[in-house]
C-alpha cells in the first residue's frame, strides 16, 4: 500500500510511506529555496514520486495533516515578516507597560469590531482537497484529513521501536486544531486518547514563542536554539528569572494538570477533552466566529504584557 503524506504548515513537507515504511521525504523549502516555506508542496510531491518512479495513480491513499490551518500567505507571512510576527506576538521589550492602543485593540477584538490578527484566515477544507485532486488526477474519497496531535502521536509511536508494545504517548506544541497537548495509549496499530488540553492561555508551546521572541529570535524556528543554549545558563541567574516567569505563568497541580497565566486574568480553571476512539482525529473545529477562536487567535496581545513584564523583574535581578 502506497500513502503519500502531506504537512502544508510552516517547512511544508511530503512523505511516502509503501507498506508503513518511510521510503521517500523531501520538503519544499529544498526546492522554492524559502525557509520553512508554507503551502501545498507540489514541487517536493513531484520530485518524490519521480525519485520512487511512482505514478500519481499509485497512490492509494493521500493523508493531509491537520484539521484546521491558517492560509498559506498569513503562515508564510508571519513566519518571514518579523514586523508583522511582534504585532502579531506583540512582544516588545521597550514596549510601555500600559498602552491605551493595545487596550483599545484587545476591546475591539473581544467586542468583534476589529480583527485580533490582521490577515489569519482559516483554510477551506475544499481548497486543500482540490489542491491534491488536481494536482495528482485522484478521487476525493482518497484523500484524508488527520487531526494535528494524532499526527504527532502517530509519528512517535508507529515510528518508534517499541513493535506494537504498549506505551504512552504524550504530544506538546504550540498549537494544532484547537489543543496544545495530549495523553494516548498506544499498542498494536492503535491509539486510544485519554487526555487532551485546549490551546491558548496555558499552552507551554506558545509561551516558549513568546520568550523566543523575547531573545530576538525567530517564532516556529529557533525554540531550538533557546533550548539548546538553556543549559549553558548559570545557577543564580537561572533562579531568578525562574522565580520571576513563574510569577505569570507556572504548573498547576491538579486534574488534569496544566501551565496556566495566574496574573492580570489569565489564570485558567483545569480543563481538558477525553476523546477515547481508535483513530482518534482529534476535537471537532470551532465556529470560525465563536469566542474560543476568537480568543486563541488574539492571544499574543493579551499575554505578552505579562511575560515582558516578568522579563523585566529577572533582568533587574540578574
Known amino acids: 500500500m502506497i500513502v503519500l503524506g502531506i504537512s502544508e504548515t510552516h517547512c511544508a513537507t511530503a512523505a511516502v510511506l509503501?507498506?508503513?515504511?518511510?521510503?521517500?521525504?523531501?520538503?519544499?523549502?529544498?526546492?522554492s529555496r524559502l525557509k520553512n516555506d508554507a503551502g501545498y508542496p507540489r514541487v517536493a510531491i513531484d520530485a518524490l514520486l519521480r525519485e520512487l518512479a511512482l505514478s500519481p495513480?499509485?497512490?492509494?491513499?493521500?493523508?493531509?495533516?491537520?484539521?484546521?490551518?491558517?492560509?498559506?500567505?498569513?503562515?508564510?507571512?508571519?513566519?518571514?515578516?518579523?514586523?508583522?510576527?511582534?504585532?502579531y506576538y506583540a512582544v516588545r521589550l521597550d514596549a510601555p507597560r500600559r498602552g491605551l492602543t493595545a487596550r483599545a485593540r484587545r476591546l475591539g477584538a473581544k467586542l468583534g469590531l476589529l480583527d485580533p490578527a490582521p490577515g489569519k484566515s482559516p483554510l477551506p477544507e475544499r481548497?486543500?482537497?482540490?489542491?491534491?485532486?488536481?494536482?495528482?488526477?485522484?478521487?476525493?474519497?482518497?484523500?484524508?484529513?488527520?487531526?494535528?496531535?494524532?499526527?504527532h502521536a502517530a509519528a512517535a509511536y508507529f515510528g518508534s521501536p517499541f513493535a506494537g508494545a504498549?506505551?504512552?504517548?504524550?504530544?506538546?506544541d504550540n498549537s494544532g486544531d484547537g489543543l496544545c497537548a495530549t495523553a494516548s495509549s498506544g499498542r498494536g496499530i492503535t491509539l486510544e486518547r485519554s487526555e487532551a488540553t485546549p490551546s491558548g492561555p496555558g499552552s507551554l508551546g506558545s509561551f516558549y514563542t513568546l520568550v523566543t521572541l523575547l531573545l530576538g529570535m525567530k517564532p516556529g524556528e529557533h525554540e531550538y536554539k533557546v533550548m539548546g543554549l538553556a543549559?549553558?545558563?548559570?545557577?543564580?541567574?537561572?533562579?531568578?528569572a525562574t522565580a520571576a516567569l513563574r510569577t505569570v505563568f507556572d504548573w498547576r497541580d491538579a486534574r488534569p494538570?496544566?501551565?496556566?497565566?495566574?496574573?492580570?486574568?489569565?489564570?485558567?480553571?483545569?480543563?481538558s477533552r477525553r476523546r477515547s476512539a481508535s483513530g482518534s482525529t482529534g476535537s471537532p473545529a470551532a465556529p470560525s466566529g465563536s469566542s474560543r477562536s476568537?480568543?486563541?487567535?488574539?492571544?499574543?496581545?493579551?499575554?505578552?504584557?505579562?511575560?515582558?513584564?516578568?522579563?523585566?523583574?529577572?533582568?533587574?535581578?540578574?
Open 231 to 240: 543549559p549553558y545558563a548559570p545557577a543564580g541567574p537561572t533562579e531568578r
Open 57 to 87: 495513480a499509485a497512490v492509494d491513499r493521500v493523508v493531509l495533516a491537520g484539521t484546521r490551518i491558517p492560509s498559506y500567505d498569513w503562515m508564510n507571512r508571519v513566519m518571514r515578516d518579523p514586523a508583522y510576527a511582534r504585532e
Open 294 to 318: 476568537r480568543s486563541s487567535v488574539g492571544r499574543g496581545a493579551c499575554t505578552s504584557a505579562t511575560v515582558v513584564s516578568a522579563w523585566r523583574s529577572a533582568a533587574a535581578s540578574s
Open 257 to 271: 494538570c496544566r501551565f496556566e497565566w495566574k496574573k492580570r486574568g489569565h489564570s485558567t480553571a483545569p480543563s
Open 127 to 151: 481548497e486543500r482537497r482540490v489542491a491534491v485532486t488536481t494536482h495528482l488526477g485522484i478521487d476525493a474519497d482518497r484523500v484524508s484529513l488527520v487531526d494535528h496531535h494524532t499526527c
Open 166 to 172: 504498549s506505551a504512552l504517548v504524550l504530544t506538546n
Open 18 to 31: 509503501r507498506d508503513g515504511a518511510i521510503v521517500g521525504c523531501a520538503s519544499e523549502e529544498r526546492f
